[in-house]
């Protein structure tokens, strides 16, 4: 007898995500480029718990059980649906209602300078490794965006504390399914930062806490301005 619950997933060839695109024309961050993902210095989030738990979180399920709370949209309504349901590219968004209410948060996404798209606190309740291997995908952040503008990647802050968990990233095999040789683990401690090219890289995030975890993601378009802002935030090389 058979019983495929014995079977651990990994995705296949049926996989969706296998439909996005990943070798494309578009302007890319040379910094992406060996592994698709930079850690950038730890910051002290300019956000409290209150705030950001009083938010209006939209039911909208990626990459496990979660809840969203539009920061900014593609119209500045309180909507968790991509960008190109409106004929939009993830980008020149618009601050929601909820933008007030975090004032920190929306004065940090201005500073980087970059064109930036969805702007959203994401709320993410416990899932071990073997639940969110099933969640495992890439994103389609660059649908209707033009091949001479620059590449849609996502900036992350963590909001909570939970050093125990993960953002597990795998690169590509030959097939374009995760390469597990690739796999590298972003933990998420309070402050920690990072940019992902999340379009290419398969990704999901293992949280091993009691309580949901909270951080805030950000489209962003790729480009001078959000390289100079990396340069800066990035942590120093060793010399
Ligand atoms: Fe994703």
């Not at 909270?214 to 802002?229: C, K, R």
Request: aromatic letters at 8%; a negative charge; glycine letters at 6%.
């Amino acid at each position: 007898m058979t019983t495929q619950s014995a079977t651990p997933f990994w995705p296949n060839a049926e996989h969706w995500s296998l439909d996005i695109p990943l070798h494309t024309p578009h302007p890319r961050l040379d910094v992406l480029a060996e592994t698709g993902v930079v850690l950038l210095s730890d910051i002290d989030p300019d956000v409290t718990p209150e705030q950001y738990e009083s938010l209006e979180y939209m039911d909208w399920k990626s990459g496990g059980d979660t809840n969203f709370a539009p920061i900014a949209s593609a119209d500045g309504e309180l909507d968790c649906r991509g960008f190109w349901d409106k004929g939009k590219t993830d980008k020149d968004a618009l601050w929601t209602s909820n933008a007030a209410l975090v004032p920190g948060i929306r004065d940090y996404v201005d500073g980087v300078g970059a064109n930036f798209g969805r702007v959203r606190i994401i709320k993410l309740e416990p899932q071990d490794r073997e639940t969110a291997i099933r969640s495992i995908h890439r994103d389609d952040n660059n649908r209707f965006n033009p091949e001479n503008e620059g590449w849609v990647v996502r900036s992350w802050v963590e909001l909570t504390d939970n050093p125990d968990s993960y953002m597990l990233l795998m690169d590509n095999d030959a097939d374009g399914l995760p390469d597990r040789s690739t796999e590298r683990r972003v933990p998420l401690h309070r402050g920690a930062r990072f940019v992902v090219d999340t379009q290419r890289l398969w990704h999901v995030v293992v949280h091993n806490g009691t309580a949901p975890r909270y951080a805030l993601i950000t489209s962003f378009e790729s480009g001078p301005a959000l390289e100079t802002w990396i340069d800066s935030q990035r942590i120093p090389v060793p010399a």
